[in-house]
């Protein structure tokens, strides 16, 4: 046996066919699970890293990795958040030699039709997926395939969060919530109010709970106060506008406002001409440009973590061979952007 | 001679080595003229196409176009523009089975590092340039190089403009300031304000362009008075409320404003209010969630010229054995999406 094992050397190892070794590797669902165990002692023992020495050997080129150009338009304002992970990807990519190939995809069921092409032609050798959901044929599709995969964004299925087969890095949307809101109560204000969208959005429901959780805590106010003071909204500026003068009118007089979105909060901001705080989430330009303040998604750290998964030594699916109790998700905390607020509306007035 | 005939063929045609012919493809510069001439006409009685029949023979891969991802976030609002462009290239290029590569760059210098570094590494057949300026080093190594590539952007040096060697697709946007501002005149609009960048910028002062020929023509206004109503500002919104004060200020009453980005049409909006129509620039996510008219770059057919330019028949670098006579480049006209105004701003009053 050589320095680096092979798939032969593994085989003989457990007493199997080098296609139960592949199994193993790549469809484990389909091997029994004794066999299964066998298989993975000797990859274990041998030290054998099947991927990355099979690349090395093959090619001198780059490992590739395909990611989908989100079509979201859907929300204008915040849609440019997975442009702007894209952007730290490709630039902490570059540094590791990796080079990022971008796709298109018209639904889940053509993404997949991609990821089938990308990864037969071997022009991609990991895909990187956002905008995951509740339920996904994506993640379901690559893992039967045995392709190596990270998403940005949690599988918001309870049973699905802690599959060792599905790697994931989130931010902690919650825990952006409750920043923001513990910054408006230390500022003295009490009725904060909270645009969010329609419950049922995995981030929209986590968001609120940020929120809600603060001002149990930290109002003094009853639960059927705080109730009249959660509004729901459709995203968009106009619709942030309309949700505010809602909660005036449900609530009465409001000292301050945390939003799901940044285009909620600009809808706020203009409708209350800037008479209240208001803060975003997302960090988008035109909460940079216009000055108020917004909760950050640490898309360096986003990048970072979807790349360690995918290449690292713990627990990367494009090196199965790794000890499977490494940390195989990630939940990055988001940062509270403060700032004065938007002289310009005040000055319109 | 087979039927698709070789760089042998060529040479032996037109009397040259093979290196002569290389050059000639490559680094024309290099070649005497007469021996130049001599090569080309080789080229174009053989049919000969270099580029195109040596990969498909060296690979079976899809060809690769790179594309620097814009670091761009001086332009907040507006600086999603380019990743709009990219996401229209990238889905007409999927459609053509051409891939799109990403790469990051901290400067041009680094830029150029990282053309060397893909086309030596034969990871990319061709790149696309977007943000073009005067004496723009990347278009002049790519040439130097013989590196296929398409800007988005004119070259904005009056010599570079018709260089059959730099291909370029851009926006017209002049004709988009005369569009906007022609559009206000129909709607009984008469002292027209301008908010631009300060002069200098290629891209500015083409829009500025616009809207002073458009004014000298339909508004019956003097030089004297269209003088009071041209303000500069730096880009952003903050700086586009301020512009529209100066602007009052100088001018005194005014009926409308056009702007040279949706970042100064914005703060425009914000300081009046919504008294006056404004309109903006590359009709963002901003524009269309706030609702006020704006001009809209068709970055599809941008994408389509630039495709058309790399690869087509007509003129593309990929295919150097194209009659010269064929279109280098490419001004597409913008147009402008009329929208009622921002009921928010006034609600708020």
Redo the contacts between chains.
Sequence with gaps: MGVHPTVEDVAVAAGVSRQTVSNVLNSPAVVRPETRERVEAAIAELGYRPHASARRLRTQ??SMIGIR?D?G?VD??S??IL?RF??AL??QA?AMHL??????AADPEDEIRQFQRLSE?A?VDAFVLTSTFHGDPRTEWLIEHGQSFVTFGRPWGIDDMADPKHLWVDVDGRHGLREATTHLLATGARRIGFLGWPAGSGTGDDRRRGWLETMRDGSGLSDATLETLDVSAED???SG?DAL?RLEAAAGTIDAVVCASD?LA??AL????GRIPVIGYDN???A????FSSVEQPLDEVATGVLELLTGAHGGRMNPGAAITDPRHRLVAPRLVVRDG????A???
Aim: no cysteine.
């Design positions: 080129k780059s150009l079509p338009t204008g304002i849609g440019s442009d894209l952007h490709t630039e570059d080079r990022v190939l971008l796709f298109t032609g022009d968009g500026v106009n506008a003068r285009s600009l809808g203009m409708a209350t001409g988008t330009p035109v940079a440009s216009i000055g938007p002289p310009v509306i000055a319109g007035h």
